[in-house]
């Protein structure tokens, strides 16, 4: 089954703790991008990455990083959370030079106390 | 960047009503407009995508119209259920192989609930 894969779904942590929150799809996408969901700001776009080893920034980048080293995986890291990036992410990911949508991960709840 | 303003934020109908949500979109550059549904603890859904060549398009009770020369493309729901109770998302995008091309920018959503 075509899929985009997210782990954690539900993650709560302390403030400054060092945290990875993987994707992983297997429809060969060369394009793979993370949001955030928050109420009131709909999906914005923290990082994207156009194929292996290329990543570059969105809307919202601060505060994360992402790397890129195979095609099917992309993690999004927080080096040292803080409580406003407490939201709701998707990982997304899509073909790229054709005219197409997303296919979204499950999403995953980060909590940071 | 492309910016995509949506209306209304909430909206509320009755069972067998039909509801209209509106987007607008900034770059005269964006050629594709997906919609997608989100409902509650779900991640987003595509439900009915129209490509800038295309004035209308329709999937059952679903319908989404497109006017390139203002910029701005609406989802039309008739009949409403209670299943289509959701968050709805309009995005706009323009398409091709750059990172700026490939990146779908999405309006701020709008809460639909049907009522019985």
């Known amino acids: 089954e075509a899929q985009v894969t997210q782990n954690p779904r539900y993650l709560i942590t302390v403030t400054g703790k060092k945290l990875t929150v993987t994707c992983s799809q297997n429809?060969?996408?060369?394009?793979m991008s993370w949001y955030r969901q928050d109420p009131g700001l709909g999906l914005r776009q923290i990082y994207y990455s156009m194929n292996v080893e290329v990543t570059d920034k969105g809307d919202v980048p601060e505060g994360y990083k992402v790397s890129r080293k195979e095609k099917r995986n992309f993690p999004l890291i927080l080096e040292s959370p803080s409580p406003n990036q407490t939201s709701l992410y998707f990982c997304a990911s899509s073909p790229t030079g054709v005219v197409y949508g997303y296919t979204f991960g499950s999403g995953t709840r980060l909590t940071v106390v | 960047g492309e910016n995509v303003e949506q209306h209304p934020s909430t909206l509320s109908v009755q069972e067998g009503d039909s509801a209209v949500i509106k987007c607008t979109y900034s770059d005269s550059a964006s050629n594709y407009f997906p919609w997608y549904k989100q409902e509650l603890g779900k991640r987003p859904q595509l439900i009915i995508d129209i490509r800038s060549n295309v004035g209308e398009k329709k999937d059952q009770r679903i319908a989404v119209t497109l006017n390139k020369t203002a910029k701005h493309f609406s989802l039309h729901i008739t009949e409403t259920q209670p299943e289509d109770s959701a968050v709805y998302f309009c995005?706009?995008?323009?398409?091709?192989?750059?990172?700026?091309?490939?990146?779908?920018?999405f309006g701020t959503g709008t809460r639909l609930q049907v009522t019985l």
């Open positions: 429809m060969n996408h060369e394009y």
């Open positions: 995005a706009a995008k323009r398409g091709g192989i750059t990172g700026t091309a490939s990146k779908l920018t």
